[in-house]
């Protein structure tokens, strides 16, 4: 995932970044036993290292569906939570924004929007 926001930091140094995690399913038997570990496993390596990849000019912020789906106990309810982490990540680029535009204001690059 770090060379998914490096590549697209080289294409675009002021790109806007939101990675979701990945959704519990349910098992698939002996199919693949260590699925829901692994999958817990990605989730919070990935939590742990979107603060890492995340800066003023570029931000990165999560979109837990993972929880909002594995919490929600009908459709309309997921959709619900997922709308809610966009907006929660949407809450944090137009505070990266506001911040950025802010600091344009005292000698540093504006943000194109």
Not at 48 to 64: G, H, K, N, Q
Not at 85 to 93: C, F, G, I, T
Request: hydrophobic share 35%; glycine share 2%; no cysteine.
């Amino acid at each position: 995932m770090k060379d998914f926001v490096d590549t697209a930091r080289a294409a675009n140094p002021n790109v806007e970044i939101v990675l979701a995690n990945v959704p519990h399913r349910t098992t698939l038997g002996d199919a693949n036993p260590h699925l829901p570990q692994r999958t817990t496993d990605y989730n919070k390596a990935l939590a742990e290292a979107i603060p890492t990849w995340d800066t003023d000019d570029s931000p990165v912020v999560l979109a837990d569906l993972d929880d909002a789906l594995t919490s929600s106990l009908t459709t309309s309810s997921v959709m619900n939570d997922v709308s809610s982490s966009s907006q929660e990540a949407s809450r944090s680029v137009a505070s990266w924004r506001a911040r950025a535009t802010t600091a344009g204001s005292e000698g540093r690059s504006q943000v194109a929007t």
